[in-house]
């Protein structure tokens, strides 16, 4: 039927049935994936879901939990190629656009919160995404001095600075804004530029940053 009809031809639960390989007793691998879906209403709460959770559904046992789990990183991956890397970003729209393309799939459903740094080159061109810390489900610690010392290394020119709310709520909290603050006077003494800091949170739409408001200048 794939074949036939093409991929963006079969509905979401043949597609999964695939993917799941097979049914269990009394169950068509495509009822197994209704079941799923009936369950989990969308792929993106369907992501949340543990892989321990996943292994406790009947049917759904290590491997197919963890073909599940690989199939919705794949995705998110095939979005992350897709950020627009060859732009420069100057800009905060510039910079929430690529947040959201690059980090977005990635940060929005995130349990911890997790800071990243994007390193930029002269044209202000994205050259290396590191992911600095990981921290809790409201708080990750991040040392000013390290962000520099990556630029550095990288020979990066600029760098734009990217955590996620677990809270789903993006506003920056009191800590936010000193980190902020910290790591633009830090890397301001060692020739580096700190384009922005963007915080993801639940929606497409809920980001914010940190130059659009002036907490970056």
Do not use: W
């Amino acid at each position: 039927m794939l074949e036939q009809a093409g991929a963006e031809g079969l509905p979401l639960s043949k597609l999964l049935a695939i993917l799941l390989g097979g049914g269990c007793a009394g169950q068509s691998a495509e009822g197994l994936a209704q079941t799923l879906m009936a369950r989990y209403g969308t792929l993106r709460a369907l992501d949340r879901a543990s892989f321990a959770e996943l292994r406790s559904l009947r049917g759904i046992g290590r491997a197919r939990a963890a073909q599940l789990k690989a199939a919705v990183e794949v995705g998110k991956r095939l979005l992350r190629e897709s950020a627009p890397a060859e732009r420069s970003i100057t800009q905060a729209s510039h910079a929430v656009r690529y947040v959201s393309a690059y980090y977005g799939a990635h940060l929005r459903d995130a349990q911890r919160e997790h800071f990243c740094v994007v390193l930029l080159n002269r044209r202000n061109r994205p050259m290396r995404n590191v992911e600095l810390t990981r921290g809790t489900v409201s708080a990750s610690v991040v040392d000013a001095k390290e962000v520099a010392r990556e630029g550095i290394v990288a020979g990066a020119s600029a760098v734009l600075l990217v955590h996620n709310h677990p809270s789903g709520d993006p506003e920056p909290s009191p800590e936010d804004i000193r980190i902020t603050a910290e790591v633009e006077t830090v890397c301001r003494t060692v020739g580096l530029e700190l384009l922005d800091h963007v915080i993801v949170g639940r929606n497409l739409d809920a980001l914010f940053s940190f130059r659009d408001v002036g907490l970056v200048k």
